[in-house]
């Protein structure tokens, strides 16, 4: 984990959950996420959790679930020597990031990770969710990449797809959720963002969804992409929003 303190005082914070199709870490969906919630007044982090490894290449199953639930948790247990304020933790994530971040929306409470310490009680849910281009279907609009990494060959494991097909499990707990995805996005179809939304619309959750006509995969802030680079400012409204309502 990295941490991005914005400043002395109590205050929220986002945990960034970089993208890379669970084979990598993409830097600019990392560092820049922390750097513009800084600026915003958040402190944040940068998680690190596991990905594929090419010499021992097996699927990763809940590890990087449970890696993602462990950080949430050592985020709460030391909110007070960090300045946070343990009600107010957003998770967001991009592309395969987007999945790991919507996984702890929906599986975070039920799942149960391996634990040495006295980390298990703490809640391992964000209070909200923000998914940038998200991975969230095993289905149709699959992004094979992740779930190749995730599950192993497509169909060899389909209960496994369907636990990390997200869309099957939103519920009356899943937090509040900001989306936003392109039309033009050729490596995570758009609609793996709309059957999310469509899940949360249909469970009654509060969300906003957001469709932008440009841009190619993996933009991270986007902030050469005209239109589409008004995203993280929507994100962080819509934040502000969600936090002082609490």
């Not at 998770?91 to 702890?104: D, E, I, P, R, W």
């Not at 281009?133 to 190749?148: C, D, L, M, R």
């Amino acid at each position: 984990m990295e941490w991005y303190p914005a400043g002395d005082g109590v205050r929220p914070c986002v945990a960034a959950f970089p993208g890379g199709g669970y084979s990598r870490l993409a830097p600019h969906e990392g560092e820049g996420y922390a750097r513009f919630w800084n600026a915003e007044g958040f402190h944040a982090a940068v998680i690190h959790y596991r990905t594929q490894c090419e010499a021992s290449p097996q699927p990763l199953r809940e590890g990087p679930l449970y890696d993602a639930m462990r950080a949430m948790r050592l985020l709460r247990a030391n909110a007070a020597s960090l300045g946070i304020d343990p009600k107010r933790i957003a998770a967001t994530g991009s592309s395969a990031g987007g999945h790991l971040a919507g996984s702890l929306a929906v599986h975070g409470a039920a799942s149960e990770s391996p634990t040495e310490d006295n980390l298990a009680p703490l809640h391992a849910v964000p209070d909200a969710v923000i998914l940038a281009y998200p991975v969230i279907t095993a289905g149709e609009f699959a992004h094979g990449g992740s779930f190749w990494n995730l599950c192993g060959e497509s169909g060899s494991n389909p209960e496994r797809q369907a636990y990390f097909s997200l869309e099957n499990h939103v519920g009356a707990s899943t937090p509040p959720t900001f989306l936003w995805h392109t039309v033009e996005d050729n490596g995570v179809p758009v609609e793996n963002a709309m059957l999310f939304a469509h899940a949360l619309r249909r469970e009654g959750r509060p969300f906003e969804l957001h469709l932008f006509a440009r841009g190619r995969h993996g933009l991270g802030l986007a902030a050469d992409i005209p239109g589409t680079n008004q995203w993280p400012g929507l994100a962080a409204a819509w934040l502000c929003q969600q936090f002082s309502a609490d």
